[in-house]
């Protein structure tokens, strides 16, 4: 069974930082891209980014708003994947999902909660 | 800023047939684009229905199809039942780097 789980969200202060983790189980992690994921409270979805698995060079994309600040990392070892948050504003409080995939994202994560607060 | 467009909100009866659109102020959605479509419910996680515009999950109900349609990606229902009453997103991919999502069709069955 495909399992995805988000962990390491939390409560932080305006320009500190924290990392996301995703831990996933049931499939061969190293074969396939993942993404992340996220939604502000009452909002709709938006896309943080993918990173490519290491047959396709293990590179990443992000979106606009978030790069420069935000970091995608894999351990296939560990089948993992980070999501590295930096200089977080309040803007970035929502919940993130990760999900198997880059450009046919399927199964996806419960989501774990960042909230950026002074 | 590329907008991706989705009608805010639609309803259908139990039984019937709907379908959803996703436009982009670039252009026409091509498979370029590898639309994707989720359902969301309620203080849930979103559900991948759709990608590629056409290809359904393996969990995917076979009453959701998506499809191409006028220059626009599209989500058909079709016998639409009370559970599938709920937020659908669709998302696509510029230049196969940047994502950007629409903002979502409420769906009512009523």
């Known amino acids: 069974e495909v399992q995805l789980v988000e962990s390491g969200g939390g409560l932080v202060k305006p320009g500190r930082t924290l990392r996301l983790s995703c831990t996933t189980s049931?499939?061969?992690?190293?074969?396939?891209?993942m993404s992340w994921f996220r939604q502000a409270p009452g909002k709709g979805l938006e896309w943080v980014g993918f990173?490519?698995?290491?047959?396709?060079?293990?590179?990443?994309e992000n979106a606009a708003s978030v790069k420069g600040r935000f970091t995608i990392s894999r351990d296939d070892s560990k089948s993992i994947v980070y999501l590295q948050m930096n200089s977080l504003k309040t803007d970035d409080t929502a919940v993130y999902y990760c999900?198997?995939?880059?450009?046919?994202?399927?199964?996806w994560g419960q989501g774990t909660l960042v909230t950026v607060s002074p | 800023q590329t907008v991706v467009t989705q009608e805010p909100s639609l309803t259908v009866s139990p039984g019937g047939t709907v379908t959803l659109t996703c436009a982009s102020s670039?252009?026409?959605?091509?498979?370029?684009?590898?639309p994707n479509w989720f359902q969301q419910k309620p203080g849930q996680a979103p559900r991948a229905l759709i990608y590629?515009?056409?290809n359904r999950h393996s969990w995917t109900p076979a009453r959701f199809s998506g499809s191409l349609l006028g220059g626009k990606a599209a989500l058909t229902l079709s016998g639409v039942q009370p559970e599938d009453e709920a937020e659908y997103y669709c998302?696509?991919?510029?230049?196969?780097?940047?994502?950007?999502f629409g903002g979502g069709t409420k769906l009512t069955v009523l």
């Open positions: 990173i490519r698995s290491k047959a396709y060079g293990g590179t990443t």
């Open positions: 670039t252009g026409a959605v091509t498979s370029d684009y590898y």
């Open positions: 999900s198997r995939g880059g450009w046919s994202p399927g199964f």
């Open positions: 049931g499939f061969t992690f190293g074969d396939y891209a």
């Open positions: 998302l696509l991919f510029y230049g196969g780097a940047q994502g950007v």
């Open positions: 590629s515009a056409s």
